[in-house]
Every structure is written in C-alpha cells, then in structure tokens.
C-alpha cells in the first residue's frame, strides 16, 4: 500500500524543460467527540491554505453520513463521494477532477454522499483509491472525518501526514480526547498527532496547563472562542477566513495554515531528451 501510495505522489506535470512533481500532504482533521468544530476547522483551513500558498487544496469530506461541508461552504453539488465511488473503475488521476466541485476561493471539494444510506456503498478500499488518486493533483488534501474509528476513518488517518486532534474544554470531551489517543498511539500515530484546542478560553474552570496534563500532549494551536463569528460565517455559507480575516479566530486558522505548510515540497527535475517528442 505505501509504495503504491508513494508511487502515485509523483505524478508529473510538464513545465518549459522543466519536470514538476507535486508533493502532496494529506491532512485529516479528527476528534473522538461530535460537536466540536472538526468541520469548521477544516473548511477554513482549506481556504486560508489555497488564499495563502496559491497551491491547489482538495478538501474530502468523508463524514459519510451526515457531512456538513458542502453547507459550510454554500456549494451547489453537482457530485459527491458516492458518485465517484460508483465510477472508480474508470476514474484516474486525471478524470478525479471532474467529479470534484470548485468552490469560488479555489479549493476543490468532494462532498459527503447527500444520503446518509449511501455511505454503506463505500469501503475503505475505495477511500485508499480516492486519496491516491488526489495524491500528486493537489499540494495539500484536508480531510473532514466522523468521530469515530471506522474503517474508513483509520484508512484516512493511516494515509495522513498530520492528523489534527479537535477538543475543547468540557470535561465529557477532555475525557473522550484522552481515550482517543492512547488508542491512536496504540496503532502508531503518536508522531502525526497535533492537537487543536477549539472554543479555547480559561474562563470555564479548566487551564490550558491542566489539559495537556491530562491528555499528555501540548496544545499545538488555540483556536479563541467566536460564537458569533463562526455561527454567523456557517449561516451565510462563506469561511470566516475570506470574510472575517481581521478576527482573532481567522487570524488564528491562518496560523494553523501557516504550521501545516512550514515546507513545501515541490521537486523540480531536468527532462529526459525523448525519441519523437513521446
């Protein structure tokens, strides 16, 4: 799986005697808990990425059942998930495109099935394909997963680089946190795990310093409270990031941009003289 993986991240893009490969970095976004802001987080983080690197950003939602992307964002969806699954036989690196939906910041968008029944109909082998076939089109592939560790979530947290832990302060999810990652380090993802503390504030009677006690991790980023920024962003169907980039909690996913895209990868090679121009 991983040399297959490997092999479809070097998909080539002609330039003038030049030969680009793309490096891709799969991103998930992930809790244990529901509730807690995964999908806001990474729809914004998909737009600040595409606004500030101008590099091309997939955004999958494989919430299967109930994803809230496609709202998030306002798009009119034309194909989803199921649908690509449905013609995998016949889809390349190439074809991915056309099943995907452009949303008007530039990111390219794959939308959860719109019914929750067609969920049943994908497998984890077909999400192994789906991110294989992204990987080496896109610089930076966000994924929005449910809270839970189906199959199909540990494919996508298996083929990611970074996986983004979202909590917040409340006891119930701090506890549900905790067991979530003592289980992911049993499957060996301690090295991927950065945590996103979301709604971040003292206020509630839980420090930041007790929390990373309690979980044994630091928090990587805060993401400050914004009830009225968020909701009212969601409510409209545009990311805060492209119309509230002043507020903290914009400024705050730009970092997170910032943290995900420290070094980007992008190869550039001589061509080989080819016989006949093939």
Same mark, same amino acid.
């Given at each position: ?7 479809? #991240?070097?998909?080539? @893009?002609?330039? $003038?005697?030049?030969?680009?490969? %793309?490096?891709? $970095?799969? %991103?998930?976004? &992930? ?16 737009? !600040? ?6 590099? $091309? ?10 994803? =809230?992307?496609?709202?998030? +964002? #306002? ?20 074809? %991915?495109?056309?099943? +995907?939906? *452009? ?8 939308? !959860? ?30 994924? =929005? ?8 979530? /540990? ?15 409340? /006891? ?11 289980? +992911?380090? #049993? ?12 709604? !971040? ?6 420090? &930041?310093?007790? &929390?990373?006690? *309690? ?6 980023? @805060? ?5 009225? *920024?968020?909701? *009212?962003?969601? #409510? ?5 990031? +492209? ?6 909690? !914009? ?10 895209s420290d070094h980007e990868r992008v190869v550039e090679k001589p /061509?080989? $003289? ?5």
């Amino acid at each position: 799986v991983t040399r297959t993986y490997e092999a479809q #991240n070097k998909r080539k @893009h002609g330039t $003038r005697g030049m030969e680009q490969i %793309i490096g891709t $970095r799969v %991103i998930t976004v &992930f809790s244990t808990k529901g509730g807690v802001g995964k999908t806001t987080i990474a729809s914004n983080l998909a737009v !600040a990425l595409a606004r500030t690197t101008k590099k $091309r950003v997939a955004l999958l939602d494989l919430d299967l059942q109930f994803g =809230d992307v496609a709202v998030l +964002m #306002n798009l009119s969806v034309k194909n989803t998930v199921y649908d690509l699954v449905k013609d995998i036989k016949n889809v390349d690196s190439d074809l %991915i495109n056309d099943y +995907m939906t *452009t949303h008007f910041t530039g990111v390219h968008v794959l939308p !959860a099935p719109i019914k929750p029944e067609y969920s049943e109909f994908i497998d984890s082998k077909h999400v192994e394909k789906i991110i294989g076939l992204l990987n080496g089109n896109f610089h930076y592939v966000i994924i =929005d997963v449910s809270a839970s560790f189906q199959d199909i979530v /540990l494919t996508a947290l298996d083929l990611s680089e970074k996986i983004l832990v979202v909590s917040t302060l409340d /006891l119930p999810t701090i506890k549900n946190i905790k067991v979530g990652l003592n289980l +992911m380090e #049993n499957l060996k993802y301690k090295d991927k795990i950065h945590v996103i503390l979301n709604k !971040a504030s003292e206020q509630y009677g839980v420090r &930041f310093s007790e &929390f990373e006690q *309690t979980i044994g991790y630091p928090i990587w980023l @805060h993401i400050p409270e914004d009830s009225t *920024t968020v909701i *009212t962003s969601a #409510n409209k169907g545009i990311p805060f990031v +492209m119309t509230r980039d002043d507020t903290k909690v !914009a400024r705050s996913i730009f970092t997170l941009a910032e943290l995900v895209s420290d070094h980007e990868r992008v190869v550039e090679k001589p /061509l080989k $003289r080819r016989i006949f121009g093939f």
